[in-house]
């Protein structure tokens, strides 16, 4: 990370991204998201691509070819990005991430777990808990230790994120059904949407590769799961199944 100014470099990304903003648009998501930050109106892609183009040229500064950054400079420029009040920059510190995720190691969980508890969004939680956490999670077991204190931390958001990190590891063939029960036991009861939702979306996924599994877990909690929990749990599963599940809710 020799000569690297992650603040200076933050900053003209910043700029980079401003062309590509529309007064309109950042009305709008501000208001989607119900947030405080400023926003410069930049639609995913353009940030993605953007995030891309700038990677590539500090890369390339550098004699080195790719989008890969070192877990050094990923982090310090991320954090650098995340300091700011700015919608734009928050999500490219992710995009940054996101891309230098196979450079990451459980150590980096705790960098993570601090910027989970300062986005207060899923529009920032949902990537860094599925994208980032669990892929890290996915090729070192040892990233679980931090992560299930999330599933029973204070932040619904913290614990929301210890169930998408889940998700890697199902979409790899790997699921983690045994810590799935361990997360959610405690969680059935919440009435927090972000937590029943989450839990529905673990199980929606699971069903697409064990629809037995997800079936027979639904029916021993149909009386105390939500309807949102039911609802994404139940939609991929055969419709006789579907069907059979509904019939036992109503009867609940």
């Known amino acids: 990370m020799d000569g690297f100014d992650p603040d200076a470099t933050a900053a003209t990304l910043t700029q980079a991204l401003r062309p590509f903003g529309s007064t309109a648009r950042a009305a709008q998501e501000k208001r989607y998201l119900k947030s405080e930050l400023e926003f410069i109106g930049v639609a995913m892609p353009d940030i993605r691509r953007v ?111 210890a169930l998408l990190a889940l998700m890697p590891g199902i979409r790899a063939d790997q699921p983690d059904l045994r810590r799935f029960v361990r997360y959610t036991d405690p969680m059935l009861a919440e009435r927090e949407f972000f937590i029943r939702k989450a839990i529905g979306w673990v199980l929606r996924e699971i069903s697409r590769q064990d629809p037995n599994w997800v079936a027979t877990w639904t029916e021993d909690h149909v009386a105390e799961i939500s309807g949102v929990t039911f609802r994404e749990a139940a939609r991929y599963l055969p419709p006789e199944t579907k069907a059979h599940l509904e019939l036992r809710r109503a009867r609940r």
């Open 51 to 161: 995030v891309k183009a700038a990677v590539k040229d500090h890369l390339a500064a550098h004699g080195k070819r790719g989008v890969r950054l070192d877990r050094e400079t990923a982090v310090a420029w991320a954090l650098a990005l995340w300091q700011e009040p700015v919608h734009e920059r928050r999500a490219a510190a992710i995009q940054i991430l996101q891309l230098a995720v196979t450079r990451l190691a459980a150590a980096d969980l705790a960098t993570i777990e601090r910027l989970i508890r300062d986005a207060r969004t899923w529009a920032y939680v949902d990537p860094l808990a599925g994208n980032i956490a669990g892929a890290v999670a996915l090729r070192d077991a040892s990233s679980w230790e931090r992560i299930d204190t999330w599933a029973v931390d204070g932040d619904f958001w913290v614990r929301r994120s």
